[in-house]
């Protein structure tokens, strides 16, 4: 297929009516725009896309028109995200920043988020990691601060993702605040520490109304 009589749009092969071998397409000036292979109507093989400088932009592989394997990403020459993928679905996501230090790190199942996602920040430290469970809920949060000492961590208690404790923590790792929610309101005991350990006050909640007095 041609753009104009001098200029290929793309070429492929054909047999029995299917695509097979190398189909490639090109921009107007003659340069590679994707290069992809076929296999008796299937996609098989490595795969690439080009930018019109020539550049990759991505690069990955086939099985059976499904996508395999690790499929790279590119931005102004430099890879920014690896996806990692079975039976065509994605299993592992990293991705980088323009420096080239991570980003992020996501594991899926079935095309769904599961087990521990990690995310930095732009000197590789970790800023806060979500934990995943097998039915694909966010089961816990964990925040970090810039030393890399955890100071806040979420946790779900029921199928209910607005079911949770919400924790705090002071600098050296003792606790700070603790609360408790049901449907996303105050529910239960919460308490508060001073920075010496010792407790500050405790009050009890029910459906986010304070009952009593602080203690």
């Known amino acids: 297929a041609y753009y104009s009589p001098d200029s290929i749009l793309y070429t492929c092969n054909y047999i029995k009516g299917r695509l097979h071998g190398p189909l490639k397409t090109y921009y107007r000036d003659g340069r590679l725009s994707c290069s992809v292979k076929y296999n008796a109507g299937?996609?098989?093989?490595?795969?690439?896309?080009?930018?019109?400088?020539?550049?990759?932009?991505?690069?990955?592989a086939?099985?059976?028109?499904?996508?395999?394997?690790e499929w790279r990403k590119f931005s102004m020459g430099k890879l920014y995200e690896i996806d990692k993928y079975r039976n065509g679905k994605v299993i592992i996501v990293g991705k980088w920043r323009a420096d080239g230090s991570p980003e992020v790190l996501l594991s899926y199942e079935n095309g769904k988020k599961r087990e521990v996602s990690t995310h930095y920040d732009e000197k590789q430290r970790i800023t806060y990691k979500e934990v995943w469970t097998r039915d694909h809920e966010c089961f816990e949060i964990y925040h970090y601060s810039v030393d890399g000492a955890l100071y806040c961590e979420r946790k779900q208690t029921s199928d209910n993702p607005l079911d949770y404790t919400l924790v705090y923590y002071y600098p050296d790792g003792k606790l700070k605040t603790s609360w408790i929610y049901k449907n996303g309101k105050h529910h239960g005991k919460s308490e508060d520490w001073h920075k010496n350990g010792n407790k500050a006050?405790?009050?009890?909640?029910?459906?986010?109304?304070?009952q009593g007095c602080a203690t």
């Open 42 to 60: 299937f996609l098989e093989g490595p795969a690439l896309k080009l930018l019109p400088n020539g550049d990759t932009a991505v690069s990955g």
């Open 201 to 210: 006050s405790e009050r009890y909640w029910e459906n986010g109304k304070l």
């Open 62 to 69: 086939y099985e059976k028109n499904l996508e395999a394997g």
